[in-house]
């Protein structure tokens, strides 16, 4: 969804820009960040959830300063779960007050930042975070805002390292067996805590609206229940992120207006149905927003023809920038950009530089038949866990990422250098 052309001697460009200068300047790999794109997106979730509700932006997918000024400009609120992402967020700005904080295991070190720096929430992910909380809260003389991530039995079609919501994995407190009823109600009975809701999240990379759906549906029963019980009716639910993007043509993913429109019909009309004010609703989407938005950049160094097989394509980089192939299964595309071909297409299979065989890019592919080294070759959809989960695996240099506005690109998170990694060896 980049604006994407090709200039007159056949070199893709990029919002106007030769991918050949773009490799020429910042060098390859390197992942490529559509700013314009990115606040577009951000605009199409805070339309699509209007102002009764909120969009808390995921860090996970990646974040720097500058995404954070982006969504601050954009009116986007963010979701945070680490210290190191919590700094991130505090040091570009974002008010305290729009960070939500997540995590199944945040040390006490943890807690004690985000509540000394006023987080909008805390979201609690078990009984000892509960009271761990609210002593801390305590110690510090403040009530803290929190939600209760609740499980809610759902089995999200997705692949099973990313799918959180059956009961067999290790986020949240279980709807099953009253586990999530009894930590409403110790946290309702804690100084420290101010309830203010209940979360749920069913996994990542889902195209199929009915287990969001089941979700709103089990978490408004949940508040029905709660005011049952103690005759408060919590003003808030979060109903996670989740939402699938396109990798490849197969995939057809779904708009933010379509979730926001089905998720608020489902969640009102439970809330009429159980006789409840309808609760102000918030989500989180990461990938939805910052995948499509950055293509990763390499250049060719081997191009080596197994008979009968398919052709292996190594690239200067590799698992290190994009971990997801080998972890996921995950299923990407690729193009030829510095130039145009005639040539016939070959089976291909992109693979990295690293010392051992899973280090696969994208696992099939076609790629013109004069492909050869020094080609800058392109995997589109890379801006959501690629440079998050980057590593420094054999030593690498985890790539920059450039953003591109207006014919113009700057470097918004630099490319590591051997320097880096150096200062970190003390030994
Ligand atoms: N909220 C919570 C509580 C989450 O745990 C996550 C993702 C999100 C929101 C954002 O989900 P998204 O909208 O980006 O799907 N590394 C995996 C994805 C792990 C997602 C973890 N949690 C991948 O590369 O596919």
């Known amino acids: ?9 056949g070199v893709v460009t990029v919002g106007g820009i030769e991918v050949t200068r773009l490799a020429e300047e910042f060098g390859t790999p390197a992942y490529f960040l559509d700013e314009a794109d990115f606040r577009a997106r951000c605009h199409a979730w805070r339309g699509a959830f209007g102002s009764d509700a909120d969009v808390f932006y995921a860090g996970k997918a ?7 000024r982006w969504l601050h400009e954009e009116g986007l609120n963010l979701d945070v779960c680490s210290g190191g992402e919590l700094a991130t967020a505090l040091a570009a700005g ?30 609690l992910d078990s009984f000892q975070e509960i009271a761990r909380v609210a002593h801390i809260a305590e110690r510090l003389g403040v009530r803290q805002r929190v939600q209760i991530r609740v499980t809610v039995g759902v089995e999200a079609h997705t692949h099973e390292f990313i799918a959180t919501a059956h009961e067999d994995q290790k ?26 809701g209940v979360h749920s999240h069913i996994g990542s990379q889902i195209f199929d609206m009915a287990g969001f759906e089941v979700s709103a549906r089990r978490v408004v029963q949940l508040l029905a229940e709660i005011r049952d019980e103690h005759g408060v009716e919590l003003p808030e639910i979060d109903l996670g992120g989740g939402l699938g993007i396109a990798y490849t043509s197969e995939d057809d993913p779904r708009e933010p207006h379509e979730i926001a429109k089905a998720l608020g019909e489902i969640v009102t009309r439970e ?28 250049e060719v160094g ?42 016939e297409p070959m089976l291909v299979r992109v693979v990295g530089k690293h010392c051992e065989s899973g280090d696969i890019v994208v696992k099939d592919a076609f790629l013109p038949a004069d492909l050869a ?24 240099l985890r790539p920059p990422v450039v953003a591109v506005r207006d014919g113009e690109a700057r470097v918004i998170v630099r490319r590591e250098t051997e320097e880096d990694l150096l200062r970190l060896d003390v030994g």
Not at 334 to 342: H, I, M, N, P, Q
Not at 376 to 393: D, E, H, K
């Open 302 to 343: 081997t191009v080596k023809p197994l008979e009968g097989l398919r052709t292996y394509v190594s690239v200067d980089g590799g698992m290190s920038d994009n971990i997801r192939t080998a972890l996921y299964d995950a299923e990407y595309s690729v193009a030829l950009v510095s130039r145009e071909s005639d040539a």
């Open 373 to 396: 080294p020094g080609d800058l070759i392109a995997v589109p959809a890379t801006g959501a866990y690629c440079r998050s989960m980057a590593s420094n695996y054999n030593h690498a």
């Open 94 to 123: 974002m008010p305290a007050d729009r960070i939500a904080f997540h995590g199944n295991n945040k040390t006490e070190d943890e807690i004690e930042r985000a509540v000394e720096a006023g987080v909008g929430r805390i979201v």
């Open 1 to 9: 969804s980049q604006t994407v052309g090709r200039s007159a001697d």
């Open 171 to 196: 986020f949240g407190i279980a709807l099953a067996g009253g586990q999530a009823a009894e930590a409403v109600r110790r946290a309702l009975q804690l100084d420290g805590l101010e309830l203010i």
């Open 271 to 298: 809330c009429e149905a159980a006789d409840l004010r309808t609760p102000r609703i918030s989500v989180e989407p990461g990938r939805a927003i910052v995948g499509p938005t950055a293509f990763t950049l390499y």
């Open 62 to 68: 990646f974040l720097s300063r500058a995404v954070v």
